[in-house]
C-alpha cells in the first residue's frame, strides 16, 4: 500500500482518485500532478512502480502544502480573523455562518450549540413542583 502524506492510498483505486484521500489534493490538484510527474492517471496504485510512487511524493512534498501544515494554516488564518476584530472574524467566534448566507430559517448545522430537546412526561424541578414538557415538532 502507497503511503503519501501520511496518508495510506486504497490500492484498488485509479491515481488520480487516490491522490483525492490526502487532505489538500481534490481532483484539479491531482491531475496536475500527475501530469508534472509524468504518471499515467489511468493507473491504479497497486501497478504503480515504487519510482513513480516516489516521484509522486517528491512532488507532493516539495510543491503542495497538505494534510497538517494545511489544516494548521487554515486555523491560524482562521484564529487571525479572530483577533483583529472583523466581521468574518465575529461570525467565527459566534459559530455562525460567514460568508452572508441566511440565519433566519437555514443555517441550522451552523448554529451552536444546540440546545436539548426536553422529553415528554413529567419533571420535578426545584421546590418540588411537577412541570409537564412538550416535545418540540
Request: hydrophobic fraction near 30%; aromatic fraction near 4%.
Amino acid at each position: 500500500m502507497a503511503r503519501i502524506a501520511g496518508v495510506d492510498l486504497p490500492k484498488d483505486k485509479r491515481a488520480e482518485i487516490a491522490l483525492t484521500y490526502i487532505y489538500g489534493i481534490g481532483k484539479p490538484t491531482a491531475q496536475k500532478i500527475l501530469d508534472q510527474t509524468g504518471v499515467n492517471p489511468d493507473t491504479r496504485i497497486k501497478d504503480m512502480t515504487e519510482e513513480e510512487i516516489n516521484k509522486l511524493r517528491d512532488y507532493i512534498d516539495k510543491n503542495i502544502k497538505v494534510e497538517g501544515d494545511l489544516r494548521r494554516e487554515v486555523a491560524l488564518n482562521i484564529k487571525r480573523l479572530i483577533e483583529i476584530g472583523c466581521y468574518r472574524g465575529l461570525r467565527h467566534r459566534r459559530g455562525l455562518p460567514v460568508r452572508g448566507q441566511r440565519t433566519k430559517t437555514n443555517a441550522r448545522t451552523r448554529k451552536v450549540p444546540k440546545r436539548p430537546l426536553a422529553y415528554e412526561g413529567r419533571s420535578k424541578v426545584r421546590g418540588g413542583k411537577e412541570q409537564t414538557w412538550r416535545v418540540a415538532k
